[in-house]
Structures are given as structure tokens and as C-alpha cells.
């Protein structure tokens, strides 16, 4: 099958740090190749990939010096422009870079699927709204009953899936788990200032992973920079794939206090694919990644979280991976976005029923 995939210009696909969405379309991208399908991935030029490549700029926006957002949605119309000039090549096109390419994709002749990556929030919602009709793919059941499925065609749900790969260390190397770990963005959105509050009030030893984005400035300054004093917390900043994955293994548990609704949630997923249960908010998609009792703790408030801390100890890691593998791998992201690639494909009218590997 002939495929395109529209990700967005303001990080490198795979991403250099953080990335939730381009690290999505990566690990997508590379699994449709590995099993044999023509991809195309629209993207930066500092991209790296097995696919073909397209790029109207050498370097993601977040690297470039012509980092201003008021430009971005220039360049992304551009990579959007570009893809339609090419159209006739696809069976079928993905669309990752959101609301921004909608007025532009339903003009396409060619099948277009779209993944919600993000909350449908109020500065972009009558754009979601008006195109509503078109096909549109949720992360999770969380994410299509929170985001209007009265006005958006969520024709599937698939959920994210990771490299278990990445998340394998040596077997000569010893794994301490001797420390809580918060990693995410340093935000509000995030719970970086409760997350360090638990381990506080546990007496336990905190690793801080994670970037300041500039929308975040004032939090950091008025609720983070401080607790990062405090001598249980150690602050290592933004890290790679290979320091999450040990960051991960040498862990007691991944504190997840987030204060909005989570459409899915990659740090949980790698937390279990290395066997390490997670303390949680119930919030957006949470219960659907984390089985309450058995791979971590669910909570509403700080203070249950701390008062069940207990139970982490009772957590088994093997239970942790198999709930990781059962759900969240590449291999079944990749099958599942197939069949909904095969179906709108055979919707459409005018192509052949395509058939896939497992």
C-alpha cells in the first residue's frame, strides 16, 4: 500500500527529545515499512527514517533559527501544499499534524485519516468542528468521549505504541530502584510541583526529568524552582530514549499527578514496558493504561496517592511488561491503523481490498 504520512515541522521525526506525536509517527512509519508498504513521511529535513522523505525546510523549527511560531503555520501549509501536488501517489494519507491541515485535506481526492493527537481545546475547535465529517482516529476511549464524539466522525480508537526495544537494558546491568521518577514536561498540565510534593512527603528521593517550554516559564519559576532545591530532588533536565529507559528501570514508581485530561500517555506505557508501576491521577486516559492495583495506583488526590504508596511494593514487574505488551506495542499501533487504512481505502470506491501481515 501506498502511504502518506503529514507529521508536524516543529520537531524532527523521530523526535531529539521530546515529542510525544513525531515519536508516534516514527515508530508507525518504520513498522509500515518493516512490513513492506511504499511510505512517504512528510516532515523536517533533519528527519531520520527508512521511508522516503519530503521536507520544505532542512531542520525542524525547533532547531532552526527561525524558531517563531507566528511562522509555523507557514511552513506546515507549505509541507501540506507540497503533499497535495503528490497526492495521486498515495492510496491513502495520514494525517498527524492536526486541525491546521483540515481546510486543506478534505479538498483531497485521495482517502485522508486523521489522529487526534491532542485535546480538541476552544482556540481550534471550530475548525475540528466544521471539517467534523471527515474520518478521524482517537488515542484512546478517553479521548473520543471527552472530545466531542457528538460533532467529530471518530470512525476508530488505537492506541499509542512504543519500541520494546528501546526499553531492554543489558542483562549484566543491575537495576537499583532506589528513587520515585517524574518525567514530562516541567508544567503544570503535567503535576511536576505535586509529583515532588509526594516524594517529599514520603521521604523519598525524586529524579526530575524533563524541558521548561516557554509557555511554562512562570510555573517553573513560581512553582518548581524552589522544590528543585530541596536535597531529595535531583533535577537532570530533558533526556534521550536511552536515559528514559534506565531513568525508568531504576525507579520504585513513576509519579503521574497530571491536572488535565490525558488523551493517552506515552510515559505510562514506557514506564510498564520496563516494569515499573506508575502513581496516578484519574484523569483522561489513566485507567485505561494503568489496571488500579495491579501495574499502579489510581487516585484523585495527593494525599490518597501518598497513603496507598504501600502497595507499589506488591506491584510485580512482570505484570507491569505483559500489560505493556498486551496493549501498547508498535507491531499492534501498526496493525490496527492498517485495517483502518483498509477500510476507508475499500470506502472510497475506487481502489482493491488490500490484504495485510500481521
Known amino acids: 500500500m501506498r502511504i502518506a504520512q503529514l507529521a508536524p515541522l516543529v520537531e524532527s521525526v523521530p523526535p531529539k527529545g521530546y515529542g510525544g506525536t513525531e515519536l508516534v509517527v516514527d515508530l508507525l512509519t518504520e513498522e509500515l515499512v518493516k512490513e513492506g508498504h511504499d511510505v512517504t513521511l512528510f516532515a523536517s529535513g533533519d528527519s531520520v527514517t527508512s521511508a522516503k522523505l519530503v521536507s520544505i525546510i532542512p531542520e525542524c523549527l525547533r532547531s532552526s533559527q527561525d524558531n517563531f511560531r507566528h511562522r509555523w503555520n507557514t511552513y506546515d501549509i507549505r509541507s501540506i501544499l ?55 482516529v482517537a488515542i484512546s476511549q478517553a479521548y473520543k468521549r471527552l472530545n ?60 526530575v526529568a524533563g524541558k521548561v517550554d516557554a509557555a511554562d516559564i512562570t510555573y517553573y519559576e513560581e512553582h518548581v524552582k524552589e522544590r528543585l532545591k530541596h536535597p531529595l530532588v535531583d533535577y537532570i533536565g530533558e533526556v534521550t530514549v536511552e536515559q528514559k529507559a534506565r531513568l525508568y528501570a531504576g525507579a520504585k514508581a513513576v509519579v503521574y499527578p497530571i491536572d488535565f485530561d490525558e488523551p493517552f500517555g506515552l510515559v505510562m506505557a514506557e514506564a510498564l514496558a520496563v516494569g515499573t508501576p506508575l502513581m496516578a491521577f484519574d484523569r483522561g486516559s489513566v485507567r485505561e493504561i494503568i489496571t488500579d492495583g495491579v501495574v499502579g495506583i489510581v487516585g484523585d488526590t495527593k494525599q490518597e496517592l501518598i497513603e496507598r504508596y504501600g502497595e507499589i511494593e506488591k506491584i510485580s514487574s512482570e505484570a507491569c511488561i505483559n500489560r505493556a505488551k498486551e496493549n501498547f506495542s508498535k507491531e499492534r499501533m501498526a496493525k490496527h491503523y492498517l485495517e483502518v487504512y483498509q477500510r476507508l481505502v475499500v470506502g472510497s470506491g475506487t481502489k482493491r481490498l488490500y490484504q495485510f501481515t500481521n
Open 82 to 136: 507540497t503533499l497535495k501536488k503528490m497526492q495521486d501517489q498515495f492510496d491513502i494519507i495520514h494525517n498527524h499534524m492536526g486541525y491546521l491541515a483540515l481546510p486543506f485535506l478534505s479538498e483531497f481526492k485521495t482517502p485522508v485519516i486523521t489522529t487526534n493527537h491532542n485535546n480538541v481545546v476552544p482556540y481550534c475547535q471550530e475548525l475540528y468542528f466544521q471539517f467534523g465529517h471527515m474520518p478521524f
Open 148 to 207: 466531542f464524539p457528538d460533532k467529530i466522525n471518530y470512525v476508530d480508537v488505537v492506541y499509542n505504541g512504543i519500541d520494546f526495544d528501546q526499553f531492554v537494558l543489558p542483562e549484566n546491568e543491575k537495576i537499583s530502584r532506589d528513587y520515585l521518577l517524574f518525567i514530562g514536561r516541567i508544567s503544570q498540565a503535567k503535576g511536576t510541583a505535586c509529583a515532588i510534593d509526594i516524594a517529599i512527603e514520603l521521604g523519598l528521593p525524586i529524579k
